[in-house]
């Protein structure tokens, strides 16, 4: 079950109040009662939006985070994790530079105080072109699924079992990107990045067979990993008519093992073709995947290559009431 409210208010020319409220609930209930798995999360944030002037602006506000885990894994069944943010961002944007620098506190519950921070900046060299480039450092805690969840299933004669692991830590991490767009003629327009993430502690999982007939999986932290890649883009409008199309490639390593990550394919491609405007819209997107590597081992299985389908359409029905629906995995691909 999800609930999400959302409100602004305009206080002045120069002041923008934003809100937003968001409840999650996930229940789980094994069959003879034989696991228990129950979330919910309440998220809070509220920000003001100050226009110092014509060219700059600073954002300011501060995010809460309330989860309620439940489950036999803990002692005494539930447990509570809570975390509160404060963020501040500061933009400035002419018509040949834009720029952004951001800072947030986040105060966490179980695993204590983090700062991270982003600054970015992009040039227009001239009306068709732009470079840009950023830098932003990150903190994840761990979730209550990777810390308590625990399950014991069979499927065609094959025990599989996976542990939550209480003692994982936050991940924290440091990312680089450049980029180039670039419009072309006749509606085209097409985008260039390059990439490369660095991880402390990546939360993963690691797979072990106890015999044949039993695989155990457990929630792991990956001292070190990298992730460097790239996208490209090319997109096309014409009227209301619109085409864009991503390719996507990324390679990644365990920098303990030298193995590659698991359950991260290497490349995946997306295309989406549609039509739009004020009043309706309808669009298909086609989303792949390359193979992935399953174990944390050298002869690896693969995950399968993989393709779905989505659908997307809305109505405005009139100035103040549009309706829309979405649809993932038309088809029920099973991956």
């Given amino acids: 079950q999800v609930i999400i409210a959302k409100a602004s208010v305009q206080v002045s020319p120069t ?54 885990v439940e489950s036999y894994a803990i002692l005494g069944q539930k447990q509570d994790l ?26 966490n519950d179980k695993f204590g105080s983090h700062v991270v921070g982003q600054l970015a900046g992009r040039y227009n060299l001239n009306s068709q072109t732009s470079v840009y480039s950023n830098i932003g450092t990150g903190f994840k805690a761990p979730t209550g699924n990777q810390l308590y969840y625990s399950n014991t299933s069979e499927w065609f004669g094959t025990t599989y079992v996976t542990n939550g692991n209480p003692n994982l830590k936050p991940e924290e991490s440091i990312s680089y990107e450049v980029g180039l767009d670039q419009d072309l003629a006749y509606g085209f327009s097409t985008s260039l990045s390059l990439y490369q993430t660095k991880v402390k502690n990546l939360i993963s999982t690691e797979d072990t067979w106890v015999n044949s007939d039993m695989l155990v999986t457990n929630f792991i932290n990956t001292n070190k990993a990298k992730m460097t890649g790239g996208e490209l883009s090319l ?16 390679k990644t390593k365990n920098e303990q093992t030298g193995l590659e990550l698991i359950r991260r394919p290497r490349q995946s491609l997306s295309t989406t073709f549609g039509l739009e405007n004020n009043v309706y819209g309808l669009s298909a997107t086609l989303i792949a995947k390359s193979p992935s590597k399953i174990s944390n081992t050298v002869n690896s299985k693969e995950v399968p290559e993989y393709a779905t389908v989505d659908l997307n359409s809305y109505w405005n029905i009139n100035p103040n009431i549009k309706l829309f629906t979405n649809i993932r995995n038309v088809g029920d691909v099973k991956f």
């Avoid at 934003?18 to 979330?39: M, P, R």
Wanted: net charge negative; glycine share 6%; proline share 0%.
């Fill in 15 to 68: 002041l923008l109040l934003n809100g937003q409220f968001s409840n999650f609930k996930d229940e789980l209930l094994g069959s003879g009662n034989s696991y228990l798995f129950n979330t919910e999360r309440n998220e809070a944030d509220l920000s003001a939006k100050w226009k110092l002037s014509n060219s700059q602006h600073v954002l300011f506000g501060t995010n809460l985070n309330q989860a309620n």
């Fill in 82 to 107: 809570d975390s509160i943010g404060y963020y501040v961002q500061h933009n400035y944007d002419t018509e040949t530079a834009h720029t952004q620098a951001g800072l947030r506190l986040e105060d």
């Fill in 235 to 250: 997109k096309w409008r014409k009227d209301n008519l619109f085409m864009a199309t991503e390719y996507a490639y990324v």
